[in-house]
């Protein structure tokens, strides 16, 4: 194979790996869309305090808590057609398999 041909194959690699990257971060991008979308919202159905924002971990609220947001941005993800977004969600959020994180999200659209 010539240098030439050997260049051409190295920068058809690095195209690719660099395209499967952009996808990537878009697939975070359109992630973090959501997750604003779902704060917006729910600032508008609550007053926030911008001058004493909470430092509180995640961790740290009560497990009912944790439930009921996760359980809000379910809601809001099942409003707008997402069921398979919102299983996913339940998954990372609760650390179960896919089809006790279906069974919730179904349970959650039929209340």
Do not use: C
């Not at 009560?62 to 941005?73: I, K, N, W």
Request: glycine share 6%; proline share 2%.
């Amino acid at each position: 194979m010539e240098t030439i041909e050997m260049i051409a194959v190295g920068a058809l690699i690095l195209a690719l790996l660099l395209l499967v990257k952009v996808f990537s971060l878009q697939s975070r991008i359109n992630a973090i869309q959501d997750d604003l979308e779902w704060l917006k919202g729910r600032a508008e159905g609550q007053a926030i305090n911008r001058l004493k924002p909470s430092t509180a971990d995640r961790s740290e609220k009560p497990a009912s808590a944790q439930m009921s947001l996760l359980d809000e941005r379910v809601h809001h993800l099942l409003a707008q057609g997402d069921k398979i977004k919102a299983i996913k969600l339940v998954r990372v959020e609760q650390g179960i398999g896919l089809k006790e994180a279906k069974d919730y999200v179904e349970n959650l659209e039929r209340s």
